[in-house]
C-alpha cells in the first residue's frame, strides 16, 4: 500500500467537485491507524497560510498528547524559513498522513515551501493533497516522491483493488473487478458505501 512505500510521500487525488475526492480521503483517513498512522485533516480555504498550517498542527499534537512537538510549532521566535526546516526536521519520522482538502486554494508560498520541505525531509511521513486541480508546487516536487490519482469518472480497477485492501477488505482480483463493474466503475462514493456496508455484512452478499 501507499503508507508502505518510503518512496512516495505525496498523494494527489484530483478531480471535479462532486466527484467524492473528499469522502474518499476521509475514508482513508479513517483507516491509517491499522497502519500504525495517525491522521490530520486541514479544510483549506483562501486564505490558508503557513503559519495557519503550523498552528492547526500544533493544534493537533497538544490534542494527542504531543507536548514536546506542539512546544516546537508554537515557537514563533525565529524566521519563518527557521521554523519551516523545525517543522520539516521534526516530522520527518514521525508516522503521520497529512490531508489537506481543497489545497487548490492555497496561494502562499510560504505555505507551499513548507509542503516542499516537509517532503525533502519526510522518512515515514505521508501528505495527501486533495483539489480540483493539479497544484503548481507539484512540479518543484520529484515525480518519485509522489502518486497522482486523478478522478475523472472512477478509479481504475488497480487502484480500486489498492483502496479495499488499505481498508481492510482481502479480496482476489477477480473478487475486486465485480466490485469495482458493481460500484460503477470504481465511483468513490459507490465505494465508499460498499466499503462501508462491508463492515455489517460478507462481500458475497453485497
Avoid at 491507524?33 to 483562501?46: E, S
Avoid at 515557537?75 to 524559513?81: G, K, N, P, Q, W
Avoid at 507551499?112 to 516536487?141: D, G, H, T, Y
Amino acid at each position: 500500500g501507499l503508507l508502505t512505500k518510503k518512496s512516495i510521500v505525496v498523494i494527489i487525488v484530483e478531480g471535479i467537485s462532486g466527484i467524492g475526492k473528499s469522502a474518499l480521503a476521509a475514508y482513508f483517513a479513517s483507516t491509517v491507524d491499522r497502519h500504525a498512522y495517525r491522521a490530520f485533516w486541514m479544510d483549506c480555504r483562501n486564505d490558508t497560510s503557513c503559519d495557519s498550517v503550523i498552528s492547526a498542527l500544533a493544534v493537533f499534537e497538544r490534542h494527542n498528547g504531543n507536548a514536546s512537538l506542539a512546544d516546537i510549532l508554537e515557537d514563533v521566535t525565529m524566521s519563518m524559513e527557521d521554523r519551516i526546516a523545525r517543522v520539516a526536521a521534526a516530522y520527518a519520522a514521525e508516522k503521520t498522513v497529512l490531508f489537506f482538502d481543497d489545497y487548490q486554494f492555497v496561494r502562499d508560498p510560504q505555505a507551499n515551501r513548507l509542503l516542499q520541505k516537509l517532503v525533502e525531509r519526510s522518512l515515514n511521513l505521508k501528505i495527501f493533497l486533495i483539489c480540483r486541480w493539479r497544484p503548481q508546487v507539484i512540479a518543484s516536487i520529484s515525480p518519485l516522491r509522489l502518486v497522482e490519482e486523478p478522478l475523472r469518472v472512477g478509479l481504475d480497477q488497480q487502484a480500486c483493488y489498492d483502496l479495499m485492501s488499505e481498508c481492510g477488505l482481502i479480496l482476489t482480483q477477480e473478487t475486486s473487478g465485480k466490485i469495482w463493474k458493481l460500484t460503477g466503475e470504481g465511483h468513490p462514493k459507490a465505494l465508499e458505501i460498499f466499503i462501508a456496508r462491508s463492515r455489517t455484512f460478507p462481500v458475497s452478499e453485497l
